[in-house]
């Protein structure tokens, strides 16, 4: 998840109006201070890189960029530039370097390109430009090379539209190269001589900024709020080319209008996205956190998981254990995922809270493999685990969101979840991505060892691929949830239950609820309420349920109905279709098969943080908490 920016105008004047020093009418802003105060804006969505590509009518294309914060950038002055493009970049492929950082641009310099997403048939795209010369590891490079064949009229879509003229127009040049691309992107593309910005999006987030004699384009409208409030939203295969004060936008090549919409937001909740808190927003940022999750990691035709990662020769083939260590809402993501290991890689697999892993006696070191689960990549506990397991020399392995992180650095292979940052500390759509990185992960393994069938595989890796529009059809239902959270916030304790694959799920919906509203809130299998918290249960002690395939929902709702029978209210996540009349609320999860439980996670998610919110909890930053535990 990167954030990207494009302007057009003659800069803008901060400051203007009746506050204004009379004289000056306010502080003149250049068009490079714009966009540079637009990526500080959008520094949330990625801090690895920063950039910007100027363009102004002598002077021609200048580019500047390098690793670092946004406010590390020295933006060139540009006097006579008129438009721009920048970018704050959250690494997905190749590491966080000055040559990694965007803009990309074409061999000669004439053409720059910012992009958030992913390329998933970039490597196919590079063997096919073979004669260009490539500067950067990243995925986006391919475009403005693509870009520089269009224009130089080099392929014969561009002749044919040229009549054969050698130069094509950047409009036309991007909509021909979009149809080239596969995956998600958003893009915004520049050339020299010429005075417009054109941009596309699909899958990422794109809108469109209007003010009078000025355009925007951003991944957000944080990035330009304080200039214009009037946006319009870019759909999925648009293609739009912007100037001062004018917007043409295309789909399937031809001419079309998108509504103007007002943003209301007042300016503290902007950097939230309208959001009330980070935390609502991670939850809804989960459709696109997956997208960029699973982007050319699935072949499902083929049954088979492209994870870029790499064992040593005869490894998986020997591998007697696998050893998830984690903590939190990593170590139920391990939970979770730990199932799936043993069933699709045909691995015993236990996951241990890392603050409690020792290597062990008894066991092989060569043939064990010690997977780290940790979202930040610093958590002490965790990379303690990591040393201890190095240190009995075990191969060490680690799935994180963080690139360049302590935890990348000791482990013998890292799969990255890229989820983009996450703020709120309580952990949310870094969940998602790491289970369905970790179920990718085990399909891998197990095609790896022989111990997956290619059709089965096929229908795990079609249940991923249905994830992200599953966890969107949740979020559509959130006024249901709010409601439930209204009618039974001031319960006495909340109790989540589940079986199987649900039960990972309903410890950290225990775990979300406690973190963040204060109320006591525990998880359990749900074939163990019987067996002691049962009788903790009264009319006044919800019990939340898991209930979908995945999840032996008939089985939990036996259970669910003894709590319902001792007066406890029970609400219920399950897969759409199914018949649990007796639930006092019930939650539709789409079919997707292995992954319901994680899609009905998402409901918990919405129920803690509306319940939190009722209370009026810091829910961002709630007490005795940090994002990143550095100590042990
Ligand atoms: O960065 P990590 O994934 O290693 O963090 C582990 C836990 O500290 C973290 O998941 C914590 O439990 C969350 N705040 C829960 O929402």
Same mark, same amino acid.
């Given at each position: 998840?990167?954030?990207?920016?494009?302007?057009?105008?003659?800069?803008?004047?901060?400051g203007?109006?009746?506050?204004a020093?009379e004289?000056?009418?306010?502080?003149?802003?250049?068009?490079?201070?714009v966009?540079?105060?637009?990526?500080?804006?959008?520094?949330?969505?990625?801090?690895?890189? #920063?950039?910007?590509?100027?363009?102004?009518?002598t002077?021609?294309l200048?580019?500047?960029k390098?690793?670092?914060?946004?406010?590390?950038?020295?933006?060139?002055?540009?006097?006579?530039?008129?438009?721009?493009?920048?970018?704050?970049?959250?690494?997905?492929?190749?590491?966080?370097?000055?040559?990694?950082a965007?803009?990309?641009?074409?061999?000669?310099?004439?053409?720059?390109?910012?992009?958030?997403g992913i390329?998933e048939n970039?490597?196919?795209?590079k063997?096919?430009?073979?004669?260009?010369?490539f500067?950067?590891?990243?995925?986006?490079?391919v475009?403005?090379?693509l870009?520089?064949?269009e224009?130089?009229?080099?392929?014969?879509?561009?002749?044919a539209?040229?009549?054969?003229d050698?130069?094509?127009?950047?409009?036309?040049?991007?909509?021909r190269?979009?149809?080239?691309?596969?995956g998600?992107?958003?893009?915004?593309?520049?050339r020299?001589?010429?005075?417009?910005?054109?941009?596309?999006?699909?899958?990422?987030?794109?809108?469109?900024?209007?003010?009078?004699?000025?355009s925007?384009?951003?991944?957000?409208?944080?990035?330009?709020?304080?200039?214009?409030?009037?946006?319009?939203?870019?759909?999925?295969?648009?293609?739009?080319?912007?100037?001062?004060?004018?917007?043409?936008?295309?789909?399937?090549?031809?001419?079309?209008?998108?509504?103007?919409e007002?943003?209301t937001?007042?300016?503290?909740? #902007?950097?939230?996205?309208?959001?009330?808190?980070?935390?609502?927003?991670?939850?809804?940022?989960?459709?696109?956190a997956?997208?960029?999750t699973l982007?050319?990691?699935?072949?499902?035709?083929?049954?088979?998981?492209d994870?870029d990662?790499?064992?040593?020769?005869?490894?998986?083939?020997?591998?007697?254990?696998?050893?998830?260590?984690?903590?939190?809402t990593?170590?139920?993501?391990?939970?979770y995922a730990?199932?799936?290991?043993?069933?699709?890689?045909?691995v015993?697999?236990?996951?241990?809270?890392?603050?409690?892993?020792?290597?062990?006696?008894g066991?092989?070191?060569?043939?064990?493999?010690?997977?780290?689960?940790?979202?930040?990549?610093?958590?002490?506990?965790t990379?303690?685990?990591?040393?201890r397991?190095?240190?009995?020399g075990?191969?060490?392995?680690?799935?994180?969101n963080?690139?360049?992180?302590?935890?990348?650095?000791?482990?013998?292979?890292?799969?990255?979840?890229r989820a983009?940052?996450?703020?709120?500390v309580?952990?949310?759509?870094?969940?998602?991505?790491?289970?369905?990185?970790?179920?990718?992960?085990?399909v891998?393994?197990?095609?790896?060892?022989?111990?997956?069938?290619?059709?089965?595989?096929r229908?795990?890796?079609?249940?991923?691929?249905?994830?992200?529009?599953?966890?969107q059809?949740?979020?559509?239902?959130?006024?249901?949830?709010?409601?439930?959270?209204?009618e039974?916030?001031?319960?006495?304790?909340?109790?989540?239950v589940?079986?199987?694959?649900?039960?990972?799920?309903?410890?950290?919906?225990?775990?979300?609820?406690k973190?963040?509203?204060?109320?006591?809130?525990?998880?359990f299998?749900?074939?163990?309420l019987?067996h002691?918290?049962?009788?903790?249960?009264?009319?006044?002690?919800?019990v939340?349920?898991?209930?979908?395939?995945?999840?032996?929902a008939r089985?939990?709702?036996n259970?669910?109905?003894e709590?319902?029978?001792?007066?406890?209210p029970?609400l219920?996540?399950?897969?759409?279709?199914?018949e649990?009349d007796?639930?006092?609320?019930?939650?539709?999860?789409?079919d997707?098969g292995?992954?319901?439980?994680?899609?009905?996670?998402v409901?918990?998610?919405?129920?803690a943080?509306?319940?939190a919110?009722?209370?009026?909890?810091?829910i961002?930053?709630?007490?005795?908490?940090?994002?990143?535990?550095?100590?042990?």
């Open positions: 998840m990167c954030g990207i920016i494009g302007y057009v105008g003659a800069g803008v004047t901060r203007a109006g009746e506050d020093d004289e000056t009418g306010g502080d003149r802003l250049a068009v490079g201070d966009i540079h105060q637009g990526l500080r804006n959008l520094e949330y969505r990625g801090y690895d890189s #920063a950039g910007v590509a100027l363009v102004g009518e002077s021609g200048t580019v500047a390098r690793s670092g914060e946004v406010d590390g950038l020295t933006v060139p002055e540009v006097p006579d530039a008129a438009h721009g493009i920048g970018h704050t970049r959250w690494s997905t492929h190749g590491p966080p370097t000055d040559a990694n965007h803009p990309h641009t074409d061999c000669v310099g004439d053409v720059a390109v910012v992009h958030n390329v970039h490597e196919t795209l063997a096919e430009l073979s004669d260009h010369a500067t950067s590891d990243t995925d986006t490079e475009i403005p090379h870009l520089e064949e224009l130089s009229g080099e392929t014969e879509a561009s002749a539209d040229d009549g054969g050698a130069e094509s127009d950047l409009l036309a040049a991007v909509q190269v979009e149809d080239r691309l596969e998600s992107y958003a893009i915004c593309a520049v020299e001589g010429d005075d417009r910005i054109v941009v596309a999006r699909r899958g990422s987030p794109l809108v469109l900024g209007r003010g009078e004699d000025a925007f384009v951003a991944s957000d409208v944080t990035a330009f709020l304080e200039h214009t409030r009037d946006v319009t939203y870019l759909e999925d295969g648009d293609v739009a080319a912007i100037a001062p004060g004018s917007v043409d936008i295309f789909a399937d090549g031809e001419p079309v209008e998108r509504e103007i007002t943003v937001w007042e300016a503290n909740a #902007a950097e939230k996205g309208g959001y009330d808190h980070y935390m609502r927003k991670e939850i809804h940022e989960q459709p696109e997956l997208r960029q982007a050319g990691r699935l072949d499902v035709d083929a049954g088979d998981v994870l990662v790499s064992f040593p020769p005869g490894f998986l083939a020997d591998l007697e254990e696998i050893r998830i260590v984690a903590c939190g990593s170590y139920y993501a391990g939970r730990a199932r799936l290991f043993e069933e699709y890689a045909g015993r697999t236990t996951v241990e809270i890392a603050s409690e892993y020792e290597f062990g006696a066991r092989t070191p060569d043939r064990t493999l010690v997977v780290a689960v940790t979202q930040s990549g610093e958590t002490a506990d990379l303690g685990a990591v040393r397991a190095n240190a009995a075990a191969r060490t392995f680690a799935v994180t963080t690139l360049g992180s302590t935890v990348t650095r000791e482990v013998d292979g890292t799969a990255f979840i983009g940052p996450e703020i709120g309580a952990a949310t759509k870094t969940f998602a991505s790491q289970v369905a990185t970790l179920a990718m992960l085990s891998a393994v197990g095609r790896d060892r022989g111990a997956l069938a290619a059709a089965d595989a229908t795990v890796l079609e249940d991923l691929r249905g994830l992200p529009g599953a966890v059809q949740v979020l559509d239902e959130e006024a249901a949830v709010r409601e439930a959270a209204r039974y916030r001031d319960s006495e304790a909340f109790f989540f589940g079986r199987a694959l649900g039960v990972p799920v309903a410890l950290e919906g225990a775990l979300k609820l973190e963040i509203s204060y109320d006591h809130a525990e998880g299998a749900a074939g163990e019987k002691g918290p049962l009788a903790l249960v009264t009319p006044d002690t919800p939340l349920a898991v209930l979908t395939e995945g999840g032996r089985e939990t709702m259970n669910v109905t709590a319902q029978t001792r007066g406890a029970a219920g996540c399950v897969t759409a279709g199914s649990f007796t639930l006092d609320v019930a939650f539709e999860v789409p997707v292995v992954v319901e439980p994680l899609v009905a996670n409901y918990l998610q919405l129920f943080y509306h319940v919110n009722e209370k009026g909890r810091p961002d930053k709630p007490r005795n908490l940090a994002k990143s535990v550095t100590v042990e």
